[in-house]
């Protein structure tokens, strides 16, 4: 089964108005990472934030971890049209033979209208 | 630096025959990986490798085969193809560390009839 799942499935915005996402997982993690799919197109890394960390800055991007609930939420503030795409959490499991085996959500589907 | 590349683009193959995915990298990374990712879900990891002649299997192995005979290149053999296996398949590479970013290529669109 898949250890993360995004919430919610898809989210519909304005240009200017702020984009939260969340991820929730099942076992414990290494790290957590967020990528970025547009449509058509490959992966690209956003963001990656560490079981030791809380919180994650990057640019107009707001990444949270709470261990304890096991979740993760991606905040993008003053969104763009730009934004448009779907949005994926991947977790780095716990444990040494784990390295590099990321685990994807679903993702969450961004529209982002002009 | 190219990153990762994936070839071809498209491949439309009738049940039964196989086919060889390309992957290729060239930032001497020593992870690559092999993902499929099918309509409204995430991506699921088919294979792996850590270096040259090591693989191992991942979530959803099945029907698949892979070699690593060099570092910049990790194919992903179909044996016999199945409807089941239309997805795209993306093909990823990293270092070998613990929260290393994922680099993807921009993936095959497979449909098997």
């Known amino acids: 089964s898949q250890q993360g799942e995004e919430d919610p499935q898809a989210l519909s915005i304005q240009e200017g108005e702020n984009a939260t996402m969340n991820c929730s997982y099942k076992t414990s993690i290494n790290n957590l990472q967020w990528y970025r799919q547009n449509s058509g197109r490959g992966l690209v890394h956003l963001i990656l934030i560490r079981s030791n960390e809380r919180e994650k800055h990057s640019g107009r991007l707001r990444v949270t971890l709470d261990t304890s609930k096991k979740s993760s939420s991606l905040l993008i503030t003053a969104s763009r049209a730009a934004d448009t795409a779907s949005y994926f959490c991947?977790?780095?499991?716990?444990?040494?033979?784990?390295?590099?085996?990321?685990?994807f959500g679903q993702g969450t589907i961004l529209t982002v209208h002009p | 630096n190219a990153g990762v590349t994936q070839t071809p683009k498209f491949q439309v193959l009738k049940t039964g025959q196989s086919m060889t995915l390309q992957c290729a990298q060239d930032m001497n990374h020593e992870y690559m990986s092999w993902y499929r990712q099918d309509p409204g879900m995430g991506l699921r990891l088919i294979h792996y490798?850590?270096?040259?002649?090591?693989?191992d299997q991942g979530e959803v192995p099945n029907g698949y085969n892979v070699s690593r005979s060099t570092t910049e290149d990790f194919p992903l053999r179909l044996l016999s193809a199945a409807p089941s296996q239309t997805s795209v398949y993306f093909c990823?590479?990293?270092?070998?560390?613990?929260?290393?970013?994922?680099?993807f290529g921009p993936g095959t669109r497979l449909l098997v009839l």
């Open positions: 490798s850590v270096g040259a002649g090591i693989t």
């Open positions: 990823a590479s990293s270092r070998l560390r613990g929260g290393e970013t994922q680099y």
């Open positions: 991947a977790t780095d499991r716990f444990g040494g033979t784990s390295y590099g085996k990321l685990t």
